[in-house]
């Protein structure tokens, strides 16, 4: 019998994803569920300092850190399992195609409608309200539970409440979680940022292995993840 990749309901690494995910055996990873950099240069409006968002997202000028992480979520995943990558609109022809370069195929482009939409150009463009979240396979998975139509409604995390700039909602990740995972299944997110889809795991009653490269936000997702435990402290392995 192959002993386990991990020997705790909640696994998070601190350090560059990549040469973290080399290093795990294939076919370890049962679901995975991520929000990398989009590769357009993001910076929150907020561009002045000593706010908590001011500064620029680790990796996000271009869609290299995507082209280099597909190949390692695909040899990690299990036969038959599934992964949900959002992006930006601007670039979802490109995340398509390096999904289908690294051996996933393409099944649908979910439209996450957020209730609300967003600054940008006022006068010369009409407000964005949705974000896309591609699901791809690795085999054939089944859905678990209810066949979902490819438009999420979920609202926007409020500025009040954001532990990221780019934070997804729990109740968004949680759809994601449910519908391709069972209990005690291992789900995957290399750029967990703040830990929200940690958390969303914990809700779920599923097991976690996370990645963030940024320091905060690294410090920021261990300890939410650790006050969310029921457990309290499940990661003690943590690094």
């Known amino acids: 019998m192959t002993a386990p990749a991990f020997d705790t309901p909640l696994h998070i690494h601190h350090g560059d994803c990549i040469d973290y995910l080399a290093g795990l055996p294939g076919g370890c990873i049962d679901l995975v569920v991520t929000d990398p950099p989009y590769g357009i240069a993001y910076k929150t409006g907020h561009r002045t300092e000593p706010h908590r968002f001011a500064r620029e997202i680790e990796n996000d000028r271009d869609l290299s850190v995507v082209e280099a992480v597909v190949p390692h979520l695909y040899r990690l995943l299990k ?19 390096i999904l289908a370069g690294g051996g996933f195929t393409v099944k649908n482009r979910i439209v996450w409608d957020k209730g609300t939409t967003t600054a940008g150009d006022l006068k010369g463009a009409f407000g964005y309200q949705y974000e896309v979240l591609m699901f791809a396979t690795k085999g054939a998975p089944a859905i678990r539970g209810k066949r979902w139509p490819d438009v999420w409604r979920h609202m926007r995390v409020s500025a009040d409440k954001l532990h990221h700039q780019n934070e997804k909602p729990v109740p968004l990740l949680e759809q994601a979680v449910l519908s391709m995972s069972d209990p005690g299944d291992t789900v995957l997110d290399p750029f967990m940022g703040s830990g929200s889809t940690g958390v969303a795991c914990l809700n779920c009653g599923r097991d976690f292995v996370g990645c963030e490269i940024d320091p905060g936000y690294f410090g920021v997702a261990r300890d939410r993840l650790d006050a969310e435990s029921a457990q309290g402290r499940m990661f003690a392995g943590c690094f």
């Open 79 to 97: 036969n038959d399992s599934a992964c949900f990558m959002f992006c930006a609109w601007k670039r979802q022809d490109e995340v398509a195609e």
